[in-house]
T-cell receptor, first 114, second 112 residues
Framework: EADIYQTPRYLVIGTGKKITLECSQTMGHDKMYWYQQDPGMELHLIHYSYGVNSTEKGDLSSESTVSRIRTEHFPLTLESARPSHTSQYLC?????????????FGDGTRLSIL | AQSVTQPDIHITVSEGASLELRCNYSYGATPYLFWYVQSPGQGLQLLLKYFSGDTLVQGIKGFEAEFKRSQSSFNLRKPSVHWSDAAEYFCAVGDGFQKLVFGTGTRLLVSP
């Protein structure tokens, strides 16, 4: 069973605030991902990492930034939140070995910017 | 670039009836294919995957999917639906490295 944790689960906050969404996994996976998901819509990859000190932008442009200082931790930061950032953010991880391994997902953070 | 189409936004099935959710993909090479399920307020849970070999893949919770290369399809099936199967179902295709592209999802409603 996957062990990947996201905090907070829900966040309602005002415009202009700095926000950090936490994601941690205990499986030792090298690869980690952040997706953005609007209600009734598909998941869009916004950031991914192949390992420590590796970060890449995904297919959907995002004003957020990420860091990967430790294998188990992949936080996402919004320096100045705006209402357009309101969405659900899902974190995932997968092992390195060969090809496309299944990604294991956290339960998500539902973010609302007022 | 790969893409996934799930033509049905919503499907309603009676409890105990059979289910088929459609998924069509576009990818130039042999695809890596996945089905995930998402319950309200939760993340995605892997139901099954196809990499190669037998084109009929068995997954968890009694689900199966069949890969048909000639039709570029990877449809999900279950012979008898339970009320607890009501959720959002996502089909995804991998690029052979680590990026997945997801379909828009199909919401399954189960009627009594």
């Amino acid at each position: 069973e996957a062990d990947i944790y996201q905090t907070p689960r829900y966040l309602v906050i005002g415009t202009g605030k700095k926000i950090t969404l936490e994601c941690s996994q205990t499986m030792g996976h090298d690869k980690m991902y952040w997706y953005q998901q609007d209600p009734g819509m598909e998941l869009h990859l916004i950031h991914y990492s192949y390992g420590v000190n590796s970060t890449e932008k995904g297919d959907l442009s995002s004003e957020s930034t990420v860091s990967r200082i430790r294998t188990e931790h992949f936080p996402l930061t919004l320096e100045s939140a705006r209402p357009s950032h309101t969405s659900q953010y899902l974190c995932a991880s997968s092992p390195t070995r060969g090809g496309n391994q299944p990604q294991h997902f956290g339960d998500g953070t539902r973010l609302s910017i007022l | 670039a790969q893409s996934v189409t799930q033509p049905d936004i919503h499907i309603t099935v009676s409890e105990g009836a059979s289910l088929e959710l459609r998924c069509n993909y576009s990818y130039g090479a042999t695809p890596y294919l996945f089905w995930y399920v998402q319950s309200p307020g939760q993340g995605l849970q892997l139901l099954l995957k196809y990499f190669s070999g037998d084109t009929l893949v068995q997954g968890i919770k009694g689900f199966e999917a069949e890969f048909k290369r000639s039709q570029s399809s990877f449809n999900l099936r279950k012979p008898s639906v339970h009320w607890s199967d009501a959720a959002e179902y996502f089909c995804a295709v991998g690029d052979g490295f680590q990026k997945l592209v997801f379909g828009t999802g199909t919401r399954l409603l189960v009627s009594p």
